[in-house]
């Protein structure tokens, strides 16, 4: 090859480099939920399995599924002592984490270290996670693992309470010693497709953190979260994007569900993030002397549906705000009134078993 002949090639391949398009191989859509005030708020599916237990999907996967459907953070969690495809894939508890943590980087996800503690029920299945090595928790022992969890820090949660076994998720001797050493701080109010009113109320009866997790074993071919259809999600309110705030506010209890149609947790954070979600346009337009109604747009920001009901003589009694849209709802002003209180039940926001939140929407004369 000749000099002028090198030089026109390294033109072309510095051509080739500037120009060659960038591939647009994965989408994401995201799940809106606003913040709370102090708090970013992260949507988190904490307990799902590989092909590393009985699950039918490899680790990167699952990081791709949660990085398409919005989500911010995820722990693989499988199974120690259930592990059917072992003669494939051999035992090796740390290496689903250790496979998608690449691949997470890449996506900007967080992932958690995690695992499955797995005994018939009682005592059940109880997730740890933020594991610096999930190993020592192979023991026969289940109290024994449990501590070794929390030897390394772990927070640990009881799963899918109710599921199965003569006993159901009967609160059981076992429970209470776990509980008597604050070996475990929270229970999945729902798993999958079900919801536990038994383990919704003892979260609040024994201040534990209120969780709703997939626990998913096949492949998620969702393509986004909507209303309609999303993977279990919990809202983890942190001081920032990161796994350590995620666990602080764990720990903290700082969370609110999103379960099918329902968005579940505790009042104080229930209440804020309503305000949040539903955004009240001041009107353009005041009634006069002869005029009666206002018309007022109601902006749902979230990606949640919100369900609302009022007793009383002023219609719409029953409201539906559908997710990241505007409705306008015609609003009777009594004359010469300069603010006006709708009171509402957000019958999805679901702050105990069977109580839903109170709220109030107020329309101020602009
Ligand atoms: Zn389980
Ligand atoms: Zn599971």
């Known amino acids: 090859m000749n000099t002028r002949t090198g030089n026109w090639l390294a033109v072309l391949l510095v051509a080739a480099i ?17 913040d709370l005030p102090g708090y970013v708020t992260l949507k988190c599916d904490l307990h799902m399995h590989t092909v590393f237990s009985d699950g039918l999907v490899w680790p990167t996967v699952r990081v791709a599924e949660m990085w398409r459907q919005g989500f911010d953070a995820m722990a693989i969690t499988d ?33 958690i270290r995690g695992t499955e503690i797995t005994r018939d029920t009682p005592p059940g299945h109880f997730n740890a996670l933020f594991l610096g090595d999930v190993a020592p928790l192979d023991t026969a022992d289940f109290v024994e693992a449990v501590r070794q969890a929390n030897v390394q820090g772990a927070f ?67 393509k986004k979260s909507s209303s309609e259809d999303h993977r279990n999600m919990n809202l983890v309110f942190a001081k920032d994007r990161t796994p350590e705030a995620i666990k602080e506010a764990l720990f903290a209890r700082r969370t609110v569900v999103w379960f099918k149609d329902q968005l579940i947790g505790r009042k104080e954070y229930l209440e804020p993030l309503f305000q ?27 990606q949640a549906d919100i369900q609302l009901e009022r007793p009383g003589e002023w219609r719409p009694e029953k409201l539906v705000l559908p997710a990241r849209s505007t409705t306008l709802v015609r609003v009777p002003i009594t004359p010469g009134a300069k603010r006006v209180e709708l009171k509402y039940t957000a019958k999805n926001f679901l702050i105990a078993p069977d109580t839903p939140l109170e709220v109030t929407l107020v329309i101020a004369k602009p």
Request: hydrophobic share 35%; net charge negative.
């Open 79 to 111: 199974h120690i002592e259930y592990q059917p495809h072992k003669k494939e894939v051999p035992t090796q508890h740390n290496r689903p984490y250790e496979l998608a943590k690449g691949a997470a980087e890449a996506h900007n996800l967080l992932l």
């Open 156 to 222: 640990v949660f009881w799963n899918h309470q109710g599921w199965k076994g003569p006993e159901k998720g009967r609160w059981q001797d076992v429970h209470t010693t776990l509980f008597e050493n604050k070996w475990f701080q929270g229970m999945e109010i729902c798993n999958d497709d079900d919801y536990y009113p038994e383990a919704h109320r003892l979260c609040m009866e024994k201040n534990f953190t209120m969780l709703c997790n997939s626990d998913i074993h096949e492949p998620d071919l969702r």
């Open 18 to 34: 500037v120009t060659a398009p960038a591939l647009a191989a994965e989408v994401r859509y995201e799940a809106h939920f606003p």
């Open 276 to 302: 949040r979600c539903v955004e009240v346009v001041p009107p353009r337009v005041w009634p006069g002397k002869t005029q009666r109604n206002a018309w007022i747009e109601l902006r749902n920001v979230c």
